[in-house]
């Protein structure tokens, strides 16, 4: 029993940290907990173009039109929100697909068994090589 609640304790200590890399550094929190090879740099995209339009509007589009004042601020909030959600999707999917693999698929069915009354392919090509 003790181990249960030792193994609760800890899984809800990485959803917390899964929770603020996700909120305050999207990217990184798909390099830790999700597939980084599918949609990393769609999300830093997002994320880095988010912070630098808000860093436009904080720094000089006070003295601009309200439009492009207006535009920097809310296209930084929808870029980093864009991110924070497709981060929050990439890792929900991928924890998803742990939990399934891991119940439904033992290692006996990740491997190929060969058949012993199947001659090794490689064999015919060897002889070939030695004979000529």
């Known amino acids: 029993m003790v181990s249960c609640t030792y193994d609760h304790e800890r899984e809800s200590e990485f959803s917390m940290n899964q929770t603020l890399l996700n909120i305050f550094i999207p ?3 798909i390099c830790r907990y999700g597939s980084a090879a599918c949609c990393i ?3 830093s995209g997002f994320w880095v173009g988010g912070i ?3 860093a436009y509007h904080f720094t000089t ?3 601009i039109n309200v439009l492009t004042e207006l535009g920097s601020l809310y296209g930084g909030i929808a870029m980093i929100l864009i991110s ?3 981060t929050r999707l990439t890792l929900k999917k991928v924890a998803s697909d742990e939990g399934m693999s891991a ?3 033992n290692t006996i069915c990740n491997r190929i068994l060969p058949n012993p009354q199947e001659r090794d392919p490689l064999e015919e090509t060897i002889k070939a ?3 000529a």
Request: hydrophobic share 45%; glycine share 0%.
């Open 103 to 105: 119940r439904r698929r």
């Open 41 to 43: 740099y769609p999300v």
């Open 129 to 131: 090589r030695k004979e």
């Open 61 to 63: 589009s006070h003295h």
């Open 27 to 29: 990217p990184l929190a």
């Open 52 to 54: 630098a339009l808000l």
């Open 84 to 86: 924070i959600v497709w």
